[in-house]
């Protein structure tokens, strides 16, 4: 994660991570047997980490949204921005496409509490990806009281007033 944080995932290499972990490149290579396989065991990693944090959050309801917002405006930026390299690198790499629809599910799996119909849960879902992807671009990043209260509107009942122009 620290390459392609620096550098983009063109600069993966086995040698390359070997000489950045301070092992022999044998001893990645005996592991990993494709730049692909490093790829992927790297995004497994860290969508473990948030699928965890995730189902942690969904245990209390009432905390979850404050919880997420801190998990959305926490990341370290380079660390942020080699995600973001790496999910998008799903849609053309079928070997980690199923890590990005493993994310996609946790998310409607957490905002299903608040949000019954799918396209509720998805517009949501896209926001929280779009929150993280303002994490990478802007400068500042938001803040958690930003996301938070940007969930917290994402997650409440609507209220049921006209549809709005026909």
């Not at 494709?34 to 948030?50: F, G, I, K, Q």
């Not at 905390?63 to 380079?78: F, M, Q």
């Not at 946790?106 to 926001?127: K, N, Q, S, T, W």
């Amino acid at each position: 994660m620290r390459v392609v944080g620096r550098e983009g995932v063109a600069a993966v290499s086995q040698r390359r991570v070997a000489a950045e972990a301070g092992v022999p490149p044998s001893a990645v290579m005996y592991h990993y047997a494709s730049v692909d396989d490093l790829l992927l065991a790297a995004l497994t990693r860290v969508n473990d980490s948030y699928v965890a944090a995730l189902e942690e959050l969904a245990r209390d309801p009432r905390t979850a949204p404050r919880g997420l917002a801190e998990l959305v405006a926490a990341p370290d930026r380079e660390h942020l921005r080699a995600e973001f390299e790496l999910f998008l690198m799903a849609a053309r790499r079928p070997v980690l496409r199923s890590e990005a629809e493993r994310w996609s599910r946790a998310v409607d799996a957490f905002l299903a509490p608040y949000l019954d119909d799918p396209v509720d849960r998805a517009a949501a879902a896209a926001a929280v990806d779009g929150l993280f992807l303002r994490g990478c671009l802007e400068d500042p990043p938001p803040g958690v009281e930003e996301v938070h209260r940007i969930i917290v509107r994402l997650v409440s009942p609507r209220s049921s007033g006209p549809a709005g122009p026909r």
